[in-house]
């Protein structure tokens, strides 16, 4: 049946060409991609709001695409939200790592290592840090789980690293350098957690100085 009005072929005629634009642009968009593309999204939503405060239509619409999109890419909220969390944990800790390789000995790239885990900057890093934290006890995924045991294994290896190296170049003196990276790694955590708190209150540079303090005390550096 021809239409009765002179705009309902303009209105059809318009509709085609941008199913197929869309249609086009996913096939130039591969899977990983749009994935990629939503997870970034999220990011700064988990910083902003925290892990548990975001939903699937917030990381939508921060992404600027549909729900659906979302939900057919991922499983769940979780799944997104997790893979957002190992992004930035793995692009924060790879900047300290890339500092850490360009120090000229052990000694000081341990001093850069702890004046970078504690600015005015990372108190977002710490928020996301132990949101993630805490979603682990809530996750029954091993897959989750498996991740954050290896952020966990990854950031105690670089500790322990830096102390075999400075050993190694007769920096430091450590017969338990894995002791000591489970102390300094607790150390860390626990300032982190009183930084956010403020009860009581603490400074980035008073953070500094009781790592910096553990690290002469147990590794003879800087006496």
């Known amino acids: 049946m021809a239409p009765h009005h ?3 072929v303009r209105v059809k005629a318009a509709r085609t060409p941008r199913r197929a634009v869309a249609a086009a642009d996913r096939t130039r968009q591969p899977t990983e991609v749009r994935r ?7 990011v700064p939503l988990i910083a902003e709001r925290g892990y548990a405060s975001v939903g699937v239509r917030d990381v939508a619409a921060a992404a600027g695409v549909s729900v659906g999109t979302v939900t057919y890419h991922f499983g769940s909220v979780q799944e ?6 190992v992004l930035h944990i793995e692009r924060y800790y790879a900047a300290l790592s890339e500092a850490a390789e360009h120090a000229t000995s052990a000694a000081e790239a341990l001093r850069l290592l702890i004046d ?12 996301m840090w132990f949101d993630y934290w805490s ?25 322990r690293a830096l102390v075999e190296r400075g050993v ?10 894995d002791g000591f990276t489970v102390r300094f790694a607790a150390l860390a955590d626990g300032l982190a957690l009183q930084r956010l708190r403020q009860a009581p209150p603490l ?19 800087g006496r």
């Open 168 to 177: 190694a170049d007769g920096d430091f003196v450590c017969e338990d350098p």
């Open 116 to 127: 970078a885990l504690f600015t005015e900057d990372t108190d977002r890093h710490w928020r």
């Open 203 to 221: 400074s980035t540079e008073d953070a500094r100085l009781h790592l910096n303090r553990l690290v002469a005390a147990e590794l003879g550096a």
């Open 36 to 42: 990629r593309l939503i997870v970034e999204a999220a």
């Open 80 to 85: 997104i939200l997790s893979e957002a969390m």
């Open 135 to 159: 979603a682990g006890d809530q996750e029954t995924d091993l897959a989750f789980a498996r991740g954050q045991a290896e952020r966990y294994e990854a950031w105690h290896g670089q500790i």
């Open 6 to 8: 002179p705009e309902d």
